[in-house]
Nanobody, 125 residues
Framework: QVQLVESGGGLVQAGGSLRLSCAAS????????MGWFRQPPGKEREFVAG????????YYADSAKGRFTISRDNAKTTVYLQMNTLKPEDTAVYYC??????????????????WGQGTQVTVSS
């Protein structure tokens, strides 16, 4: 059974940092693109950052550029999202996602086959 399990969310003050982790199990995603999405209260799920199957290509939403960094470990079983200089508008449930096939980062959530349960990030002003 394929599972993606996020961790690292929590409550932080504006300007602070959090590091989200996504541990994959049940199959290897070493050649698949993975991404982070978020869903703010009352809004649709949106793309935040993605990393290609090679691990060398990354892509960020404009809201994340310069503040967030996505990475994956050598074994490619865990993906991270380092979030710095957090803002209240970053408050959302953050989801990890993986493509079943495909090494290219796509911002459309519909192409991702596997999803984690989500982790809450709350940034206070």
């Amino acid at each position: 059974q394929v599972q993606l399990v996020e961790s690292g969310g929590g409550l932080v003050q504006a300007g602070g940092s959090l590091r989200l982790s996504c541990a994959a199990s049940g199959r290897t995603f070493s050649s698949a693109a993975m991404g982070w999405f978020r869903q703010p209260p009352g809004k649709e799920r949106e793309f935040v950052a993605g990393i290609g199957g090679s691990g060398t290509s990354t892509y960020y939403a404009d809201s994340a550029k310069g503040r967030f960094t996505i990475s994956r470990d050598n074994a490619k079983t865990t993906v991270y999202l380092q979030m710095n200089t957090l803002k209240p508008e970053d408050t959302a449930v953050y989801y990890c996602a993986a493509r079943g096939r495909g090494a290219i980062v796509i911002t459309n959530p519909r192409v991702y086959d596997y999803w984690g349960q989500g982790t809450q990030v709350t940034v206070s002003s």
